[in-house]
């Protein structure tokens, strides 16, 4: 069962989704990518508490139900989440953890680990931008252009469009209804989006993540949709042969949001990768 949660850290709400599970397995977090929120998790989240794990997923600052501050009040670059999250796990007292991230902004919780390896025991990455090679797609782009931005952002069926053109393959009703909400609630979230895409910085945080993935000791499994319409298999595949570390498992007809449609695929290799002792 996936309960649905809040906490307020300082002067920011946060929203999360977690399993109802009982267990002496370290957690789960979950870091989700744009323009979506954690509802991205739910099958594999169903899928890990089978397995006995609990598993949290948040929604990042300004996505989803979580607090959509202003510019003003929070910057939305890679150092303020990467910053917000540390209270936010801080909050949560998790200790230790497994980590799981996907997407634009996804990539935040690639930094956070480099800069905390003591608290991520396993890093599980899907389909996140890891390179300077690895571009934000043109679809994204837009979204920070001045006025057409502005625009685009408001649109509550640019998340459809996102979802599907990303994924590839086609997203019930019931559950674009609840990715698109927010858009619909409020028009926080799309200047949210927008001030995110601006400050995002992806050269700099991709040469972060490179360069800090080729020293990275912790055990650490790439879980890839081959047909990734954004990111190209061939920089993750010199990624993973930078560091022995590092093990890449290819998804061949998944794309970018390999979590929508492959989620027990996902969850088993999961399962497989957080059981085994030696690497």
């Given at each position: 069962?996936?309960?649905?949660?809040?906490?307020?850290?300082?002067?920011?709400?946060?929203?999360?989704?977690?399993t109802?599970?009982?267990s002496e397995?370290?957690?789960?977090?979950?870091?989700h990518?744009?323009?979506?929120?954690s509802?991205t998790?739910?099958?594999?989240?169903?899928?890990?508490e089978?397995?006995?794990?609990?598993?949290?997923?948040?929604?990042?600052?300004?996505?989803g139900?979580?607090?959509?501050?202003s510019?003003?009040?929070?910057?939305?670059?890679?150092?303020?989440f990467v910053a917000?999250?540390?209270?936010?796990?801080?909050?949560?007292?998790l200790?230790?953890?497994y980590?799981?991230?996907?997407?634009?902004?996804?990539s935040v919780?690639i930094?956070?680990?480099?800069?905390h390896?003591e608290?991520?025991?396993r890093?599980?990455?899907?389909?996140?931008?890891l390179?300077?090679?690895?571009?934000l797609?043109?679809k994204?782009?837009?979204?920070?252009?001045?006025?057409?931005?502005?625009?685009?952002?408001q649109d509550?069926l640019?998340?459809d469009r996102?979802?599907e053109?990303g994924?590839g393959?086609?997203?019930?009703?019931?559950?674009?209804d609840?990715?698109?909400?927010?858009?619909?609630?409020?028009?926080?979230?799309?200047?949210?989006?927008?001030?995110?895409?601006?400050?995002?910085?992806?050269?700099?945080?991709?040469t972060?993540?490179?360069?800090?993935?080729?020293?990275?000791?912790q055990?650490?499994?790439?879980?890839?949709?081959?047909?990734?319409?954004?990111?190209?298999?061939?920089?993750?595949?010199t990624?993973?042969?930078s560091?022995?570390?590092?093990?890449?498992v290819?998804?061949?007809?998944?794309?970018?949001?390999p979590?929508?449609?492959?989620?027990k695929?996902?969850a088993?290799?999961?399962?497989?990768?957080?059981?085994?002792?030696v690497f």
């Amino acid at each position: 069962m996936i309960e649905e949660c809040q906490v307020e850290i300082g002067k920011l709400k946060w929203f999360y989704r977690q399993t109802n599970t009982e267990s002496e397995k370290l957690p789960v977090l979950l870091l989700h990518g744009l323009p979506t929120h954690s509802y991205t998790w739910r099958r594999v989240m169903q899928e890990l508490e089978t397995l006995g794990y609990k598993a949290i997923a948040p929604d990042w600052i300004g996505s989803g139900n979580s607090a959509k501050p202003s510019k003003r009040e929070f910057a939305y670059t890679p150092q303020a989440f990467v910053a917000a999250l540390e209270n936010l796990i801080t909050s949560l007292e998790l200790e230790k953890f497994y980590l799981i991230v996907q997407g634009f902004l996804g990539s935040v919780g690639i930094q956070y680990a480099l800069a905390h390896p003591e608290q991520v025991a396993r890093l599980i990455i899907l389909n996140t931008p890891l390179t300077p090679e690895m571009k934000l797609p043109w679809k994204m782009k837009q979204w920070g252009i001045p006025l057409v931005g502005d625009m685009m952002t408001q649109d509550p069926l640019q998340v459809d469009r996102t979802l599907e053109g990303g994924s590839g393959f086609v997203i019930e009703d019931q559950d674009l209804d609840i990715h698109r909400k927010p858009y619909l609630t409020s028009s926080a979230v799309g200047r949210a989006l927008g001030a995110t895409i601006k400050a995002l910085d992806l050269n700099k945080t991709t040469t972060e993540i490179s360069e800090g993935l080729k020293q990275w000791e912790q055990p650490t499994l790439i879980i890839w949709g081959e047909e990734d319409p954004w990111l190209a298999i061939a920089e993750v595949e010199t990624v993973a042969q930078s560091n022995s570390h590092i093990e890449l498992v290819k998804l061949p007809e998944a794309k970018h949001y390999p979590q929508e449609h492959w989620s027990k695929e996902i969850a088993q290799e999961i399962s497989q990768f957080l059981r085994r002792s030696v690497f």
